[in-house]
C-alpha cells in the first residue's frame, strides 16, 4: 500500500510570489492536514479537510490556504510569499476524523529567498 | 505542549541502555496522545498512541506512560538501538481528532 505522497520535495521561491503544493492521502483515507515544521516554531497545524470541507484551522495567516477534491487529493496555497514561510511543509492522511493515528508524508521543503 | 523546538534537547544513550524521553502537555482536555518518531529527512512516523481512559500502554520495546494529574506523557524505549537516534514528539489532541499539537521534540543519539 503506497504511502501518503507529497509534490514537489523541494521549491525556491523568491518574495512576494505564490505556490502550491500537493498531497496524495493513501487510498482509502479521506482526511488530509497540513503542518509547517520549522526550527524556531516546531510542527504547527494548518489545516484539515474531510470530504473537500475543511474541518479544521490552525492559527496561519489568511494567505494560506487549501482544498480537497473529491479523489481525497489536497492541495495548499500560500500566496505572497515571505522569508518566513521558508519551512517544511507536511501533510497527513488518516481514514476519517476522530480515528486515531495519522500518515505522514515526506514533506515538501520550501525556501523563500 | 506547544511547540516552541528552538532548543531541542538531546537524550545521550548507550546502545542496549534504555531511553526515556518526557512531555508535559498543556492541554488539561487533550484526551488522546501519540509518539512519533522523525529521522533525517523523513515525516513524522507513528510510534504509539494512548488516551486518555489509560495509564499505560504498551508496544514493541515502546511503553507510554500518561499522568493526567500533572499533564505528563513519557515514552519509554527498551534495549535502544542505533535505529532509534531520532528526534521523538509527543502530540496532543482533543477528542481524538486530527488537529495535533506537538511538542517541541527530542532528539535521541544512541551511542555505539
Known amino acids: 500500500k503506497a504511502g501518503v505522497t507529497q509534490t514537489p520535495r523541494y521549491l525556491i521561491k523568491t518574495r512576494g510570489q505564490q505556490v502550491t503544493l500537493s498531497c496524495s492521502p493513501i487510498?482509502?483515507?479521506?482526511?488530509v492536514s497540513w503542518y509547517q515544521q520549522t526550527p524556531g516554531q516546531g510542527l504547527q497545524f494548518l489545516f484539515e479537510?474531510?470530504?473537500?470541507?475543511?474541518?479544521n484551522k490552525g492559527n496561519f495567516p489568511g494567505r494560506f490556504s487549501g482544498r480537497q477534491f473529491s479523489n481525497s487529493r489536497s492541495e495548499m496555497n500560500v500566496s505572497t510569499l515571505e522569508l518566513g514561510d521558508s519551512a517544511l511543509y507536511l501533510c497527513?492522511?488518516?481514514?476519517?476524523?476522530?480515528?486515531?493515528?495519522?500518515?505522514f508524508g515526506p514533506g515538501t521543503r520550501l525556501t523563500v529567498l | 505542549g506547544e511547540s516552541v523546538g528552538l532548543h531541542l534537547p538531546t537524550l545521550s544513550v548507550q546502545e542496549g541502555d534504555n531511553s526515556i524521553i518526557n512531555c508535559a502537555y498543556s492541554?488539561?482536555?487533550?484526551?488522546?496522545f501519540i509518539w512519533y518518531k522523525q529521522e533525517s529527512g523523513k515525516g513524522p512516523q507513528f510510534i504509539i498512541d494512548?488516551?486518555?481512559?489509560?495509564d499505560k500502554r504498551q508496544g514493541q520495546r515502546v511503553t507510554v506512560l500518561l499522568n493526567k494529574t500533572v499533564k505528563h506523557l513519557s515514552l519509554q524505549i527498551a534495549a535502544t538501538q542505533p535505529g532509534d537516534s531520532a528526534v521523538y514528539f509527543c502530540?496532543?489532541?482533543?477528542?481524538?481528532?486530527?488537529?495535533?499539537?506537538f511538542g517541541g521534540g527530542t532528539r535521541v543519539l544512541v551511542k555505539p
Open positions: 492541554n488539561s482536555a487533550s484526551d488522546y
Open positions: 502530540a496532543e489532541t482533543v477528542d481524538a481528532g486530527n488537529k495535533l499539537t
Open positions: 497527513a492522511s488518516s481514514f476519517a476524523q476522530g480515528m486515531g493515528e495519522q500518515f
Open positions: 494512548i488516551r486518555s481512559n489509560m
Open positions: 479537510y474531510f470530504s473537500e470541507t475543511q474541518r
Open positions: 487510498s482509502g483515507h479521506r482526511s
